[in-house]
């Protein structure tokens, strides 16, 4: 080795002056296998954030009765501590979305947050059902519905029915879709859901077809 | 050296002589049998069922949830089907619906929850899965008592046996004999069985250590899990051992 | 590149001493080169504590200390442990690192302690080091015990009820002053509250602020090492560095970083493969919940603290009679052997009052006291030992023979501590309570009798 002779000074200073190419090789080698043992150890530590399975017991699919719902009944149902609303819309209400479709910002629902099963203005597997998560897509406070229509609901004259939101004033229509130039930026979110039967609703989990 | 070998020396008889001293003197003794533990899914269904069946009726097992049962080889499917009676989801845990101050009621004590109580039995004697095994095998009839039955390793039992239509019915033979301090003692001789159940006893034993294997896998459902990870820790940390071991050497021997 | 690193540092050094402060505490603290294997504890309960802080953090974020009861019956604080074993994802890895880590750190600590022992640690320059060590020793078991109280099991419970009870034992204030700490008549949900207080942030910042002062007055005298010379005194080369000394990067970062390895290694069989410490570590006991009126046929402290319970537990009324004579002993000899009058004087008065003490004052009383003193008795070391050597290679066969027996008693009271109490195991406790008392109450007259062997001029190393 040539720097086997090493002065006093060296040998103190433990300098670099001996970082033969084995050493240098030794060196790497330590820091990957110590750096991915150290990775490895946060992984139960990073792991402890994700819910837990109490959380996602809590956050199950929840199953609804809808067999009871007059026309123009709104119902809201908990699934993962968030309201999700269920609309059984009339046929008025229906043609209502016609006249809101110049109104609104995304009326098609291209980029908002909804299953691909639900499409169109209507924005539901059975038209006359909307279910969607009644969070403001603002800043999440929880919209109130205004179904009165024109002047009496203290929106508009041409208030067609939807929901206002207490915190920024944002508007949406009788599918959750909000209104042009609006704090909110997207339409209220349609969460994964499937009819199990003509009665029963499974809110959180797509259906078989999806 | 010599030095160092008398000081463990006197080391070891005192220690000895502290053991001998303390073990003297060591309460009644209990004697366990070997719980035959089988960890396939097989025996932790079967295990699973005689549990919910025969001790989820008053005993809770309330941190385990139904769905964890997934681990042991049944579909959330299943579970619903064969196993779920007193909840509606299997995210659920097993809980029961007896509340705690009415059992006590009935029984004099409360049933304890029974999640844990496989790692809460172990002691010098053997494991919780050893005394659970023993157990649930030596209930025997006791007309004092007011179950009218009582057991081995546990003396005036508040719980009656729960699966004595599996077992039958035994009595127990005690004799006296000294204890050693000028008294007697009761020891079991023998239990034997006076009316048969539905299973004969090498059965009902498998029966039973199904059961305990399913109630030491749920004390601690990450156990076979734990053991695998640490292979891989410890395999890590071999490795790096030797890593740091040839790295110090190599940085060592500038030092002279 | 690496000039703008440099720049950068320079920048910071400018305003904040970085390069000192690595340089003066690690980078280039001169550490003598003759480290053994018992040196490297320091650097692992260092790391056990940063084990112990981090699982900590997280347990936290999960824990509820709560002792009400929950739906089916079960104390919440209790549920939140085993919901922590079994919901929250890597949750059961978590708390097993902290429960072996809280064994680990006592098993670390102790050898750490028996190093300053062996090679004379405590002495001249190092008595504060070593007094900050005692202090962290006396947090540690305070954070040990106020952490034991949380996962609301039996031995949690009953535990707390015994060492609360122990302060009820003090003349006059103890009743008072036992209700105050539990802040009820029984342990319970206010005490659980206060203790995981005391756990989670009281003793820790405490704990590290001692770390700090510990390390800081190290790196300010200097190490000691196997032979117990100091490498301050020696001859200097070119740089002022003496001669048989290093500095400790890079040399002890890699020789401490091997023995880490070497340590995680066994702590991670321990955790993974047997994290109850065969009732050691977890005691099965502590799987049922606590039941305020039903006490476990037999109960006993966690491993680290029995040496100490055994020392409480010998202090019987018979016993008193033996501790006096101790005392009577140790107080004649000092009045004959100290030079001052005023100092022979109090040597007299105060073992005049303990002896009057004794007689008035219940033997609950005193176990207490004497378990109190065993602990702190560490702190007179630096004071008590007179031999011209520090370390164990240089002393003579008395002190050899006598630090054997200390450590054996140490031992047998702990594993004592751990049994049912039996007669013989009480006489056994007492002997053994005395021989412990004894290594530091006589350390002043055996270590000055010892026949020493000259210290070399510089450390052995081959």
Redesign the interface.
Known sequence: MSDAK?D???????CAC?LDA??RN??A??AA??G??GL?AA??????F?P???A???G?PVEVDIGGMQPGELKTVEWRGKPVWILRRTPEMLASLKKTDDLVADPESLRSDQPAYVKGEARAIKDEYLVCVGICTHLGCSPTAKMALGSESGISDSWQGGFLCPCHGSLFDLAGRVYKSMPAPDNLPVPPHTYLSDTRLLIGEDGKEA | MSFKNKILRALIATVAFATAAATHAAGPELRLDKAPLQFDNASLQHGAKLFINYCLNCHSASYLRYNRLQEIGLSDQQIKDNLLFTADKVGDLMTIGMRPAEAKQWFGAAPPDLTVIARSRASHYGSGADWLYTYLRQFYRDTNRPTGWNNVVFESVGMPHAMWDLQGEQVAHFVEREDGHGGKAKHLERLEIVKAGKMPKEEYDEAVADLVSFITWMGEPSQHNRKQIGGWVLAVLAVLGVLTYLLKRSIWKDLH | MQKQAQQLLDWVDARFPLTFLWESQWGKYVAPKNFNFWYIFGSLAMLVLVIQIVTGIFLVMHYKPDASLNAAGVPVAFASVEYIMRDVPGGWIIRYLHSTGASAFFVVVYLHMFRGLMYGSYRKPRELVWLFGVAIFLCLMAEAFFGYLLPWGQMSFWGAQVIVNLFGAIPLIGEPLSIMIRGDYVVSDATLNRFFSFHVIAIPLVLIGLVAAHLTALHEVGSNNPDGVEIKKQPKDANGIPLDGIYSHPYYTIKDIFGAVVFLFVFAAVVFFMPEGGGYFLEFNNFIPADPLKTPPHIAPVWYFTPYYSILRATTSDFMLWLGIFVLVVGGLSVFSLRHQLAKLAAAGVTAVLLVAFYFLDAKFWGVVLMGVSVLLFALLPWLDRSPVKSIRYKGGLYKGILAVFVVCFVVLGYLGILPPTPVGTIVSQICSILYLGFFAFMPWYTAMDKTQPEPERVTWQ
């Not at chain 1, 992984?43 to 402890?48: I, T």
């Open positions: 090493l006093a000074t060296s040998e103190h200073t433990g001996s084995s050493r030794l060196i080698a330590t296998v110590g991915a043992a490895g992984v139960p530590f990073v792991a402890s994700t837990s399975e109490r996602k017991a809590a199950a």
